[in-house]
């Protein structure tokens, strides 16, 4: 189960996520109380960002169409892992095989994409 909440009135929503075992993993978020947020992920009709090759090893590209404010890579527990540059290449860091998070903020929207990294060979 999945909730947010300003839990430390900070302004920002926080997200609570319980697993079967009965534990709960809380997560901050860029998301303010006070305000409505967008968010768009790369499955629906939101504006698209091309980044390849998806999977990845060593390095990724990325192309925006449009204006991007910054954009970062993270783990899928929601760990920052680098910033990534638009409109250009990335060397990526040594990482295991698995599935990432690409957040792309601009100043309208939150975009998602999901990057699929496997080992080098």
Do not use: C, W
């Amino acid at each position: 189960t999945v909730a947010l909440a300003d839990i430390d009135n900070d302004g920002y929503y926080e997200m609570a996520v319980g697993n079967e075992r009965g534990g709960i993993v809380f997560y901050n978020t860029i998301f303010k109380t006070d305000s409505v947020s967008s968010i768009f992920s790369a499955d629906n009709n939101s504006p698209k960002i091309k980044i390849f090759p998806n999977p990845a090893s060593s390095f990724i590209n990325v192309y925006a169409p449009f204006q991007i404010t910054s954009m970062e890579l993270e783990d899928i527990s929601g760990k920052h892992i680098m910033f990534i540059d638009v409109n250009g290449p990335n060397l990526l860091p040594p990482l295991p095989s698995g599935m990432y998070i690409l957040k792309a903020k601009t100043n309208e929207s939150l975009i998602i994409n999901k990057l699929i990294i496997s080992a080098s060979e």
